[in-house]
């Protein structure tokens, strides 16, 4: 697949914040008191502690180490915690039974690599090669995964079906190599500054809502699978885009569900390039604005959502830029009612614009596409 041709992208407020973020981390380093000590496998923290050297561990379900005291901070010195052996088999790595920060090092080769079930701080760890990255057991919780990195898991981040909420803030972290690198079950979930590369599915949005601001998505197999449950159970009810790229994936849904159906789907500002696939989106509700769709394999195709009494789709589409795509730039499924306004179409081998039912809101721009200007709304040239 053709890389990014032409197109700029800077980040410089995300590396900021990421900074800053960093920086804040280090402040609180250096008033912390720790006992430096050599660790054994299956100890129980309850005061703050450093490790000293590397904790290899047979596999065995006792996690290898346990946090069990409220503001302790296991701090790992540069350190790995290894799982001994061939094969993950059921074990755990770090376990935090209690509100807690685990930073400065790696956890490698766990069944599962980190479990929590409290409200709980990862910073500057690197969970690798684990059949569940971080997972969350039972109760409500939160998650802070700042600077980090998860590459190698089955899955990145998971959680107890139907057993777990709360919230995830991933900051400064990349998801690499995974199979599936985030799970999203009734979790209110924000990312920010991230990246997820070479993943066979980036995000499965079950339920809760994805929140996602200046990152990356780039050569995925699969940058997300959403499906609606008609009885509206266990639903994406959002997914926003904000300042973000989107570039070099084979597809956007998965080959079993195509379509990303959520509640409501917001796209704000983002770049969307060089994708194998156009995006078909079913949603009630959207608003996307001031994006630009370059060199994909498709443009962006909406459609109501396959619910049991459809509801027409509706919400501003505004100020898009959509160029070079195979097939129609915008496309609009009977039915559908968004308002198109101010949108350029040019080059794309389809329409500009192929929108029968949707408002017309004006001032959009259609001109050098394969099969000709609008149908549904008026183009100027």
């Given at each position: 697949m053709g890389r990014i041709r032409g197109g700029i992208v800077t980040w410089p407020l995300a590396l900021l914040l990421l900074a800053a973020t960093t920086a804040k981390a280090g402040a609180r380093e250096e008033t912390e008191v720790f006992e430096s000590r050599a660790v054994r496998c299956g100890d129980v923290l309850f005061r703050n502690t450093r490790l000293t050297?590397?904790?290899v561990c047979a596999g065995t379900p006792i996690p290898a180490l346990t946090i069990a005291a409220p503001g302790?901070?296991?701090?790992l010195g540069g350190h790995t915690v290894r799982r001994a052996g061939s094969g993950p088999g059921d074990t755990v790595g770090i376990d935090?039974?209690?509100?807690?920060?685990?930073?400065?090092?790696?956890?490698?080769g766990f069944n599962r690599g980190y479990t929590y079930n409290a409200t709980v701080h990862l910073h500057r760890v690197a969970l690798v090669d684990n059949g569940v990255a971080i997972f969350h057991t039972l109760g409500g919780g939160g998650l802070l995964l700042t600077d980090s990195r998860v590459s190698g898991s089955s899955l990145g981040f998971g959680s107890?079906?139907?057993?777990?909420?709360?919230?995830?803030?991933?900051?400064?972290?990349?998801f690499t190599r995974n199979g599936l690198a985030l799970y999203v079950d009734f979790h209110d979930t924000r990312i920010s500054s991230s990246t997820f590369m070479s993943n066979e599915i980036a995000l499965w949005c079950y339920s809760g809502g994805i929140h996602i601001r200046s990152s990356m998505f780039m050569e995925n197999a699969s940058v997300a699978d959403l499906t609606w449950n008609n009885g509206r159970f266990d639903n994406c009810y959002?997914?926003?885009?904000?300042?973000?790229?989107?570039?070099?994936?084979t597809a956007f849904g998965t080959p079993e569900d195509p379509e990303w159906q959520a509640?409501?789907?917001?796209?704000?500002?983002?770049?969307?390039?060089?994708?194998?696939?156009?995006?078909?989106?079913?949603?009630?509700?959207?608003?996307?604005?001031?994006?630009?769709?370059?060199?994909?394999?498709g443009g962006l195709t909406l459609n109501n959502l396959p619910d049991f009494e459809p509801v027409p789709q509706e919400g501003?589409?505004?100020?898009?830029?959509?160029?070079?795509?195979?097939g129609d730039g915008l496309r609009v499924l009977p039915g559908a009612t968004p308002t198109l306004s101010n949108n350029v179409c040019q080059n794309n081998t389809g329409w500009g614009i192929h929108a029968p039912t949707a408002i017309d809101g004006?001032?959009?721009?259609?001109?050098g596409n394969g099969a000709g200007g609008c149908v549904g709304v008026v183009c100027a040239p």
């Open positions: 050297r590397d904790l302790v901070v296991l701090d935090s039974q209690r509100d807690s920060t685990v930073r400065n090092g790696t956890i490698q107890e079906f139907d057993a777990t909420s709360g919230s995830l803030d991933i900051r400064g972290t990349q959002e997914l926003v885009f904000e300042n973000s790229l989107l570039a070099n994936n509640f409501d789907f917001q796209m704000r500002n983002t770049w969307v390039m060089n994708n194998g696939e156009g995006l078909r989106l079913a949603a009630q509700t959207l608003d996307v604005r001031g994006n630009t769709w370059r060199d994909n394999g501003p589409v505004r100020g898009n830029r959509f160029t070079s795509n195979n004006g001032g959009n721009v259609a001109r």
